[in-house]
T-cell receptor, first 111, second 112 residues
Framework: TQLLEQSPQFLSIQEGENLTVYCNSS?????LQWYRQEPGEGPVLLVT?????EVKKLKRLTFQFGDARKDSSLHITAAQPGDTGLYLCAGSVQRNTPLVFGKGTRLSVIA | SAVISQKPSRDICQRGTSLTIQCQVDSQVTMMFWYRQQPGQSLTLIAT?????????ESGFVIDKFPISRPNLTFSTLTVSNMSPEDSSIYLC?????????FGSGTRLTVV
């Protein structure tokens, strides 16, 4: 069974601070996705990383896939209250197989 | 990427009753995945639905409780049967297409 350990589970920071969320596994994933979920809605895809060592940037968000494709990180620079939400990492061992989800990181950015 | 229409978006149901959730995809997909998200938790896979065959259920989920239909390549239903308050969750369907996975907007179920 593939497991994704996501940390931290809860994070409360002040506006303007930086933060990093981690996802780690002993399994190798063919791809890893990061989602953001607002209350009452389904997860919305932020990024997919597929190549070991890959780095992708989405405005103030930087995503990295580990060289061995077993871990990933999400770094947010200068967090804003609009970044508040649940962030989920999810991995798939092959295309078109179910995603395995981490437990999620509930981020609160205080103005 | 695929667009999924999921209904209903929310419902409040009496214990002992059943609710059927529908997911309609705007394109043909081989697999559809059903997840449950309990309050404050992450997503847990219930089952994988492949058109033309019985769904494959994960440990802890059984067909009698969560029957799934997959009549064609664009549609699937999940029924939550004989509901109890512990079934109160968000239920989501998902598909893989192209390079990524898309989710429905979810069904927020409250059992009273």
């Amino acid at each position: 069974t593939q497991l994704l350990e996501q940390s931290p589970q809860f994070l409360s920071i002040q506006e303007g601070e930086n933060l990093t969320v981690y996802c780690n596994s002993s399994s190798v994933f063919s791809s890893l996705q990061w989602y953001r979920q607002e209350p009452g809605e389904g997860p919305v895809l932020l990024v997919t990383v597929v190549t070991g060592g890959e780095v992708k940037k989405l405005k103030r968000l930087t995503f990295q896939f580990g060289d061995a494709r077993k871990d990933s990180s999400l770094h947010i620079t200068a967090a804003q209250p609009g970044d508040t939400g649940l962030y989920l990492c999810a991995g798939s061992v092959q295309r078109n197989t179910p995603l395995v989800f981490g437990k999620g990181t509930r981020l609160s950015v205080i103005a | 990427s695929a667009v999924i229409s999921q209904k209903p978006s929310r419902d409040i149901c009496q214990r002992g009753t059943s609710l059927t959730i529908q997911c309609q995809v705007d394109s043909q997909v081989t697999m559809m995945f059903w997840y449950r998200q309990q309050p404050g938790q992450s997503l847990t896979l219930i089952a994988t639905a492949n058109q033309g065959s019985e769904a494959t259920y994960e440990s802890g989920f059984v067909i009698d409780k969560f029957p799934i239909s997959r009549p064609n390549l664009t549609f699937s239903t999940l029924t939550v049967s004989n509901m109890s308050p512990e079934d109160s969750s968000i239920y989501l369907c998902s598909v893989f297409q192209g390079v990524g996975y898309t989710f429905g907007s979810g069904t927020r179920l409250t059992v009273v």
